[in-house]
T-cell receptor
Framework: ETGVTQSPTHLIKTRGQQVTLRCSSQ?????VSWYQQALGQGPQFIFQ???????GRGNFPPRFSGLQFPNYSSELNVNALELDDSALYLC???????????FGQGTRLTVV | AQSVSQHNHHVILSEAASLELGCNYS??????LFWYVQYPGQHLQLLLK??????LVKGIKGFEAEFIKSKFSFNLRKPSVQWSDTAEYFC??????????FGIGTKLQVIP
């Protein structure tokens, strides 16, 4: 157990819909990163939040957005879902200045 | 931009065989290097990490990795694998702002 929890664990959405995924970071961690892991691929960095501000972004379109709350929990929002958005979405929390990140179990999103 | 290349995508070994998984990275500056493991049905876990100092790093469960700066490599080794080592292994590099770039992963299957 890492202390990072994600919800929901599984989700099925229709193309064009919007989805919100949630992450509670490990106690004491102030930085949250989101990753997309497509089948057969390694996790791809989406973005990172530190102190409620986006602090680094990967090669993902603006329809991928996020939030971080004062308690350091975080949301990932994806608008206008496409079939290729089907993947495992991973949240990782860490303490700024300390590089090791702890991962949650992920949310499996299926877009049909 | 940082990138990671894992040479073997699928490895099958018998128990007690030795393991070496190749990992090369590209990044122009100082890096932190990681190996993560994902056991079937479980979340990503940190196996070992290199930040600085001794280039030979020992991790959990008898794994070790050697950082060779001149070769931009961080290969993972274990002298004698067990059936319980069956998992997917990801090499990862962190070059700045805590963005971690993962390789595509290597699926290891250990046959009893």
């Amino acid at each position: 157990e890492t202390g990072v929890t994600q919800s929901p664990t599984h989700l099925i959405k229709t193309r064009g819909q919007q989805v919100t995924l949630r992450c509670s970071s490990q106690s004491g961690h102030n930085t949250v990163s989101w990753y997309q892991q497509a089948l057969g691929q390694g996790p791809q960095f989406i973005f990172q939040y530190y102190r409620e501000e986006e602090n680094g972004r990967g090669n993902f379109p603006p329809r991928f957005s996020g939030l971080q709350f004062p308690n350091y929990s975080s949301e990932l929002n994806v608008n206008a879902l496409e079939l290729d958005d089907s993947a495992l979405y991973l949240c990782a929390s860490s303490l700024a200045g300390v590089s090791e990140a702890f991962f949650g179990q992920g949310t499996r999103l299926t877009v049909v | 931009a940082q990138s990671v290349s894992q040479h073997n995508h699928h490895v099958i070994l018998s128990e007690a065989a030795s393991l070496e998984l190749g990992c090369n990275y590209s990044y122009g500056g100082t890096v932190n290097l990681f190996w993560y493991v994902q056991y079937p049905g479980q979340h990503l876990q940190l196996l070992l990490k290199y930040f600085s100092g001794d280039p030979l790093v020992k991790g959990i469960k008898g794994f070790e990795a050697e950082f060779i700066k001149s070769k931009f490599s961080f290969n993972l080794r274990k002298p004698s694998v067990q059936w319980s080592d069956t998992a997917e292994y990801f090499c990862a590099v962190q070059g700045g702002y805590q963005k971690v770039t993962f390789g595509i992963g290597t699926k290891l299957q250990v046959i009893p």
